[in-house]
């Protein structure tokens, strides 16, 4: 575990060791299982690429019900800031009318990404949309929207690793970073 890196002309310093990460996500696992155990229906499991991608390959591992896989990618960050934009770079390519949805993200900072997203599944007919995020920045999060699953909450610092990036580096770290200011 390396206790600072180097992402372009940025530090970062270790916020959150794997060994936190996984206990969340043992967590959060289990509440989603409680809540789908037995059920009748195959609930999507839509991973919003490419933050969410380590996320989703670990929690999924740990769900116990019937669930197929589906992604999508947005992009709504530049550099260490939100545009307020969500760009749609890869669409659904599945019918979902009528399906029960757990979006699997990987961080809600201000909450235009979910909205976005959750507009448009209901938009294309999904029944159910439930949403799972790894973390949740609490203090800048303003929207309605209720957040499913939160596996952690962080302070309002921009952080990388585990599958986040600063300009597409630092998603393979296993650890979770924070910049040093
Ligand atoms: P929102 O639309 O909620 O403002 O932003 C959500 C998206 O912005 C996330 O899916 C993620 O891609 C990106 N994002 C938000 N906060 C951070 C952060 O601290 N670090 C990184 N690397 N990306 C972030
Ligand atoms: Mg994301």
């Known amino acids: 575990m390396e206790p600072r890196i180097k992402l372009h002309d940025k530090s970062f310093k270790l916020f959150l060791p794997y060994s936190e990460i996984e206990t969340a996500i043992d967590q959060v696992a289990e509440r989603i299982n409680k809540d789908f155990h037995g059920c009748e229906d195959v609930p999507i499991i839509l991973c919003v690429l490419n933050g969410s991608i380590l996320f ?40 979902i009318r009528g399906r029960r949805i757990i979006i699997i993200e990987d961080i809600v900072d201000t909450g235009t990404t979910m909205e976005n ?65």
């Open 117 to 181: 997203l959750h507009g448009m599944l209901l938009e294309k007919g999904a029944a159910e949309i439930r949403i799972c995020t790894m973390l949740l920045k609490p203090e800048v999060y303003r929207k309605a929207l209720p957040l499913d699953y939160v596996a952690m909450e962080i302070p309002n610092r921009f952080i990388v690793g585990f599958g986040l990036d600063y300009d597409e580096l630092g998603r393979n770290y296993k650890d979770i970073y924070v910049l040093d200011s």
């Open 56 to 95: 989703t390959a670990e929690l999924m591992k740990r769900l116990d019900f019937n669930a197929q896989f589906l992604s999508v990618r947005l992009s709504s960050y530049q550099g260490t800031r939100s545009t307020g934009e969500v760009q749609q770079l890869l669409g659904l390519t599945e019918d």
